[in-house]
Each structure stands twice: as C-alpha cells, then as structure tokens.
C-alpha cells in the first residue's frame, strides 16, 4: 500500500487544529492509558493500520500487559481484565463510532454518564471524534503503519 499524501505537510494548518484537540486531552484528567484503550478500540473498528500500530505501540510503552492488549477487541469477553471504568469507555468508544448503526442509545448514554462525569464524558467524546477524524485521514491517504515504513 503507498502513502498517497502527507495530510500533515500539504495542510499544516488543518493537522495543527486536531493536533490543538490531541493537546487538550492529554490535559484534560482522564488517564491517558484509558484514552489510548480507546482511542486503540476506535481504530481497530474503523480498520486504521497506521492508528492501531501507533495505540498498540503507545500502550504497551506505558507498560499495559500484552494480554490485556490483544483482547482490546474482544473486551466483552475478557471477564475481569479491564475495570469497570474501562469497559464502560470502551462501549461508549463502539455506540459513538458506530453512530450511524446506533444512534447512540439512551441506554448508552445512561451507562456512560453513570461511570464518568459530565467533562470526563465529554472529552472521552472529544477522544472518540478524534481519533475517527484521524483514522479517516489515515485510510484515505494509505498512511502506512510505522512497523512497514
């Protein structure tokens, strides 16, 4: 697969903007393991090579064990191996990536809201669109993973 632009270097202006969302949620208080989990999950659904070479490599970096790793996509039937707090942000990451299948439920929104805060919600959210945006960019211009670049 070749690269078909560097989104980044043709448009800096429109990469600086996201990368201006990436910045507030690494200061926003939510734990950044559990934001890259997610953010992980979103690009596995989406199908992001580049993205989910780059989580997976940002995750095991932060020392999260390669068990817990490989069932990310499987996290429903990984019994105890993510908290609470971490299956809740990974059903939230499916239903809102899957939005147009969903439409994000009541229920949904209920379970999320009962695990996180108004502004933890909505920055996970924030994380959520994100990390779709990038994986778009990514797909659409055939970034390569950095494990074949």
Known sequence: MNN???YAKVSPDG???FGGVYVSLLKCGLPQELVNLVYLRVSQINGCAYCIDMHSRDLLK???AVHKLVLVPVWRGAGDAFSTRERTALAWAETVTRVAETGVSDADYDAAAAEFSDKELADL?????LMNAFNRFGIAFRTPPAATA
Do not use: E
């Not at 959210?125 to 669109?129: E, L, P, Q, V």
């Open 15 to 17: 990469y600086k903007a």
């Open 62 to 64: 932060q020392g999260i």
């Open 125 to 129: 959210t924030y994380a959520i669109g």
């Open 4 to 6: 078909r632009i560097d």
